[in-house]
């Protein structure tokens, strides 16, 4: 719908929808959010000792840093009555408690890579794996180069054959909208395969019920 | 007052909640919106200054996360105030879209999304 202006609709709340950008510790996750969102991503900050950890558990981290964890996230007005939201999860895998509720209630997820060490995100598609949720992996090729063919990438990480990978840049807006729609195309492939991606539909679908 | 940054930053938000650290319901995810009633309910009790806040910030849907992001509070503080509110019935609360993966998600909504993003 041409000007649709969600200012306009000021008394109905628009239905909300989120996808997590996850990843190893620097990978480029905020960079994403912050490329496609229309907003500046916003950031809240956690005291640990009210997200569930004892401030004397964490042994090893001193100083401020220490006593909140950060989340950051943008935004993208799908239309009128739905907004997307994307939040980037906290890195430092010390913080992985919190994923737990993050990952309550997400359309899916991106699991970012940086190219020079893919590992680092391997605990990031773990957790994923392990509670069903569905997620691409966007490898971040930090100044734009991409020495891995993907199926290297695939390899490098024990995936899934039914997981994208895509190569992307963090910093590009259209490479990050690109990466988005491939995840929400794996999704609608699982639900129902004549639409999705043509990679998709193997079992784990549940079309034709 | 000479405490350091640090620890100000953790009391001041358990004052505004008058030292609870667990919300009262479980209506509000960071992604639940909230719209503040307007005009008020008769017989409302003065809402505190946190309070009128978020009403003010509230005037049209926002989303809790956004909500903490603005306030510059932690969402488990933003999230006891507005149980007080929901409480008092000076907010209303929309629920996320409901994600259920069993059997499976929802294909409009899907088709709504994958179109929002194809004209970005
Ligand atoms: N050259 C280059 N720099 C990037 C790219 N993506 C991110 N960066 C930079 O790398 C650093 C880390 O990026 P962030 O987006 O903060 O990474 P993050 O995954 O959110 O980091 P944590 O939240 O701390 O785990 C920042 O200085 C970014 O500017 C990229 O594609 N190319
Ligand atoms: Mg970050």
Sequence with gaps: MAGSDPAADAVTAPDTVKILIAGGFGVGKTTMVGSVSEIVPLRTEEPLTIAGVGVDDLDGVEGKRATTVALDFGRITIGRDLVLYLFGTPGQQRFWFMWNDLAIGALGAVVLVDVRRPQSSFAAVDFFERRGIPFVVAVNGFFGRHPYPPEEIRDALALPRDVQVLLCDARERESCRDVLIALVDQLIARVHPLLGAPAQGRPGSCGGA | MDQGDSAGRLVRPFTLTGGRTR????????????????????????????????????????????????????????????????????IIVHPPHPVRRDPCLDLDLLQKVRDGLGRL
């Design chain 2, 23 to 90: 919300p009262s319901r479980a209506d509000f995810t960071l992604i639940t919106t909230v719209t503040t009633v307007d005009p008020p309910p008769e017989r409302a009790a003065r809402p505190q200054p946190e309070q009128v806040r978020i009403l003010r910030q509230c005037a049209r849907p926002v989303a809790v996360a956004e909500l903490a992001a603005h306030l510059d509070l932690p969402v488990s503080v933003v999230v006891i105030m507005l149980c007080d509110l929901l409480e008092a019935g000076r």
